[in-house]
């Protein structure tokens, strides 16, 4: 099992900057590839990102792609999550998640964060 603890949310402008991280501990971060989510108001929770367990590989989805970029350091157990240019329908719940699986992750991942606010004003 792992736990996840995500931190770095706030309030942005639109076309600013914001970075996200997440803390895992538990079982060893690196058997782990690693997601990130989010929920707005009144909608369905969306794939962001992930990132393979070496990192080598990584999935975004198409409303962030050249946007935002993930990254992890498997020596400090961090996921971390860029967002650059931001926009006012980036407002959203962040979660970060894992799986041992990439196909998983990238849908249904087991492991859940309890999320980060971030709020980007126009």
């Known amino acids: 099992q792992v736990q996840l603890v995500e931190s770095g949310g706030g309030l942005a402008q639109a076309g600013g900057s914001l970075k996200l991280s997440c803390s895992a501990s538990?079982?060893?971060?690196?058997?782990?590839?690693m997601g990130w989510f989010r929920q707005a108001p009144g909608k369905e929770r969306e794939f962001v990102a992930a990132i393979s367990r070496s990192g080598g590989n990584t999935y975004y989805g198409d409303s962030v792609k050249g946007r935002f970029t993930i990254s992890r350091d498997n020596g400090k157990n961090t996921v971390y999550l860029q967002m650059n240019s931001l926009k006012p329908e980036d407002t959203a719940v962040y979660y970060c998640?894992?799986?041992?699986?990439?196909?998983?992750?990238?849908?249904?991942?087991?492991?859940w964060g309890q999320g980060t606010q971030v709020t980007v004003s126009s």
């Open positions: 998640a894992a799986d041992i699986s990439i196909t998983v992750v990238v849908r249904t991942p087991r492991y």
């Open positions: 538990g079982r060893m971060f690196s058997n782990y590839h």
